[in-house]
């Protein structure tokens, strides 16, 4: 299990693959800088964040679930 607490993706980020930080149980903080292609489970088995930043659009996987990543509204 990684200690990861948060993380700042930066304006360069086009993609964070299939299940990149799956499991992250420590995670509470994300932030994405600008519009970047999630895969399917990136986020998957991951508890609720404290704290996310992002663009009003995402580009989300077709296989991907919505309810996997844990911080959608």
Do not use: T
């Amino acid at each position: 299990m990684s200690k990861l607490r948060s993380a700042v993706f930066p304006k360069s980020l086009e993609k964070i693959g299939c299940e990149a930080f799956y499991h992250n149980e420590s995670m509470r903080r994300i932030e994405f800088n600008s519009m970047v292609s999630i895969d399917e489970a990136a986020f998957a088995g991951h508890p609720i964040f404290q704290s996310v930043k992002k663009p009003k659009e995402l580009v989300i996987s077709e296989n991907a679930s919505l309810d996997k990543f844990g911080f959608w509204d």
